[in-house]
């Protein structure tokens, strides 16, 4: 039994980067295809595709690399586990890295990034930081 899907999911994509995978399976859930839309937009992986498996569906996520073959994602970190939630309001989300990374938030309108919500005035949990 898994008690963390969202670490698990984390340690997939850094463990394929790692080695230099161009893509990376991993179960799907709503709140993982919220967060690999995140990834997406804020440009640290090419695209992410649903496909549909017999017991459960799961994610493909296309992993970004640079024209040199540098990593994107430097840095993948789980913020809040099941042990120990965090929370912030949208005046508490700081830049990460001064900018350079983004933070990835459940709030009640979904998943968003940092600079998102810091837009719509949303605060919620801190899933994890990229950079």
Known sequence: MMTDPIADMLTRIRNAVRVERANVE??????????????????????????EGAPVSSLRLELKYGPNGERVIQHLK?????????????????????????????????????????QRNLGGEVLCEVW
């Open 26 to 51: 991993i179960p799907c859930s709503k709140v993982k295809r919220g967060v690999a839309d995140v990834l997406k937009r804020e440009g640290y992986i090419w695209d992410w595709q649903e496909v």
């Open 78 to 118: 789980r913020v809040s586990r099941p042990g120990r939630r965090v929370y912030s309001g949208s005046r508490e989300l700081r830049p990460v890295l001064h900018g350079l990374g983004i933070r990835v938030v459940s709030t009640s309108r979904g998943v968003v990034s940092d600079r998102e919500a810091r």
